[in-house]
């Protein structure tokens, strides 16, 4: 009886023995799910253009970036909602298209919060999921109910719409107020100096460019003729907060601390960090470290600037052990300009670096350079680095991460592509409306389609292609990404086509 049992117990022991090896030799896959919600930045700059990126062909130097690219997934059909800013923002946050509410354009540093407190919003969506929800940087959503008082708490903002914590500009760098933002608090503001600010006309006795033309340090080119702050004047009036200014060449290192530190803080809750840099941006101010280093002129000099704070979040990052289980999400509100309003030799040192990559256009503009950005996901150890041709658009972030942290949401012109993000399925949405300046445009699979509109071919000031045109185009990106080849006649049964598509979702009396 002792043997039948010892021989029994002894073929259970070498059972359990080959399935514990079998088991362990299954273990080491590459991509497998972690089990702890994963932090997530969302890296955004300001005007950056396909093709000022190391990783896309540019000439300027962004080993930073490029390494979020050779350890990440970059999607080469990667979008914008739209050519310009503020629409681009609201998609980010929101998931809903700009063109479905006529307030979002390019907002005064005045204008009300576009954004209504009631909406479901990727700050809100992630907060209600545990994370603790920060917003550094460019905001240009609009804040408080419109007649702000600048010397009080300034109310709805970020923080209304999920933000737990907000460090922000208003609007952008060369508009007033020219001052940081502390959830709703301006910075350093004495109480005895009140700021006014004005879009309208100017304060009694305030300098403009105009008509103090000596205080000028930074030329205006177009635009840029209003009240004076450090030497460059701005778009706007604005009188007071004389110590609540920003020093516009620290501006970076600035936002890259509050970065840091947010990322650094308590470690027992996820976090979501919306990291809005404001380069390259006019007025284009580089750190006096990178003032001249491209070569290319400020506009350069700011790229590189971007690139070093991005590396400097990385270690900072590495140190605090979170690089294993943060999703960074890279990209631009919108395409590249070179001349946006002042003399700062960024089109005549460009030399062979192409901003717009294979594209034309550029911002402002409804062909390709306008909206089709860079744009990179990375989480180490579990996005397999590669590239993707899977259409995808910034305006997907709501619904993708939604899903990604499990909370349900109403539907709105998002679409869920957490799989395409994390390299695990390969498709992407089929069609796409992009916006710019209220315009839009259509693009289904390889094709392209634009509507007539009235207005100038090329932008005289900036000098980019808009997209304007008197008939319809059509075109095939596959084989024509630049856009040169308008198969709108040759081809009528495929424009029949996106029209009807375009007009399923843009409604039967809108362009």
């Not at 209003?226 to 706007?236: A, D, E, K, L, W």
């Not at 070179?338 to 990559?357: I, R, S």
């Not at 932008?459 to 308008?486: A, F, H, M, P, V």
Request: a positive charge; hydrophobic letters at 35%; charged letters at 20%.
């Amino acid at each position: 009886m002792k043997k039948v049992i010892l021989e029994f117990f002894t073929k259970v022991s070498i059972t359990l023995s080959l399935l514990l090896t079998i088991s362990c030799n299954e273990i080491p896959q590459k991509n497998i799910t972690n089990d702890k919600t994963p932090n997530v930045i969302i890296i955004y700059l300001d005007d950056l253009g396909y093709g000022d990126v190391g990783f896309n062909g540019g000439k300027i130097h962004t080993p930073h970036i490029d390494k979020l690219a050779q350890g990440g997934l970059v999607f080469d059909n990667g979008y914008a909602s739209s050519a310009t800013c503020t629409p681009s923002r609201y998609a980010l946050l929101t998931g809903i298209y700009p063109w479905r509410k006529k307030e979002a354009k390019i907002l005064e540093g005045t204008a009300p919060l576009l954004i209504d407190t009631s909406q479901t919003t990727l700050p809100k969506i992630l907060k209600k999921a545990g994370y603790v929800t920060g917003i550094i940087g460019k905001w240009h959503l609009g804040l408080g109910k419109g007649n702000i008082d600048w010397n009080s708490h300034i109310s709805p903002g970020p923080n209304e719409v999920g933000f737990d914590y907000s460090y922000i500009m208003a609007a952008t760098q060369d508009r007033v107020p020219t001052v940081y933002i502390t959830n709703g608090t301006v910075n350093n503001l004495d109480p005895e100096d009140k700021i006014e600010v004005s879009y309208r006309k100017n304060f009694e006795g305030e300098p403009t460019a105009l008509d103090h033309p000596e205080m000028v340090k930074m030329k205006w080119h177009h635009g840029h003729n209003n009240s004076i702050v450090n030497g460059i004047p701005r778009i706007g009036y604005m009188k007071g907060g004389t110590q609540a200014k920003w020093v516009d060449t620290t501006m970076s290192k600035k936002f890259l601390k509050q970065a840091q530190q947010f990322v650094s803080q308590d470690k027992n809750k996820p976090f979501f960090l919306y990291y809005a840099l404001q380069q390259p941006h006019v007025p284009r101010t580089p750190n006096p470290k990178f003032a001249g280093k491209s070569g290319m002129g400020a506009r350069g000099d700011v790229i590189m600037e971007a690139d070093w704070t991005i590396g400097q979040l990385m270690k900072t990052l590495e140190q605090n052990s979170l690089l294993d289980n943060t999703l960074i999400i890279f990209s631009s509100d919108n395409g590249p300009v070179l001349n946006d309003g002042y003399y700062d030799e960024a089109v005549e040192k460009l030399g062979n670096h192409n901003p717009w990559g294979p594209f034309s256009g550029g911002k402002y503009s409804l062909l390709q350079a306008g909206t089709h950005v860079p744009f990179i996901t990375y989480w180490k150890g579990q996005i397999e680095p590669g590239t993707s041709d899977a259409l995808v658009s910034q305006i997907d972030l709501v619904a993708s991460l939604a899903n990604l942290v499990n909370i349900k949401i109403p539907k709105t012109d998002s679409e869920n592509l957490i799989d395409t993000f994390l390299g695990k399925k390969s498709d992407g949405r089929k069609e796409l409306i992009i916006e710019a300046t209220s315009r839009t445009a259509f693009r289904k699979g390889e094709w392209m389609m634009i509507p007539p509109y009235p207005g100038p071919k090329v932008l005289k000031q900036q000098n980019i292609e808009t997209g304007n045109s008197e008939e319809y185009q059509l075109y095939n990106l596959r084989t024509d990404k630049k856009e040169q080849k308008n198969l709108a006649q040759s081809n009528k049964a495929k424009l029949d086509e996106m029209i009807k598509a375009f007009k399923a979702i843009r409604g039967t009396d809108k362009n």
